[in-house]
Nanobody, 122 residues
Framework: QVQLEESGGGLVQAGGSMRLSCVAS????????MGWFRHAFGKEREFVAG????????DYAASVKGRFKISRDNAKNTIYLEMNNLKPEDTAVYHC???????????????WGQGTLVTVSS
């Protein structure tokens, strides 16, 4: 069973940048799609970004497109989320997931990590 562990969160001021990491272990994730989601207080989990195995296809939520960039290093079993021009509304617990459906299907992710908290102050 694949286990996912996120890291890199913390406190940042509006307009700042941050990079999150998610490491997969305990299983083979070859050819699998991976993605980032976030869960803010009082709101449902929402899709942030997804990326295919090769990295040739990505998908971004409209709210983060142009500000965030997802990438992966398959040799390290790791995906990243580069976040720029952060806004207070980006405050949430960010967690990663894995999907066996290609291309990216936002509702098909599972094996959720525990998440890392990102707090953006105004």
């Amino acid at each position: 069973q694949v286990q996912l562990e996120e890291s890199g969160g913390g406190l940042v001021q509006a307009g700042g940048s941050m990079r999150l990491s998610c490491v997969a272990s305990g299983g083979d994730i070859s050819e699998h799609v991976m993605g980032w989601f976030r869960h803010a207080f009082g709101k449902e989990r929402e899709f942030v970004a997804g990326i295919t195995w090769s990295g040739d296809t990505t998908d971004y939520a409209a709210s983060v497109k142009g500000r965030f960039k997802i990438s992966r290093d398959n040799a390290k079993n790791t995906i990243y989320l580069e976040m720029n021009n952060l806004k207070p509304e980006d405050t949430a617990v960010y967690h990663c997931g894995i999907s066996a459906i290609v291309p990216i299907v936002r509702t098909a992710f599972a094996s959720w990590g525990q998440g890392t908290l990102v707090t953006v102050s105004s």
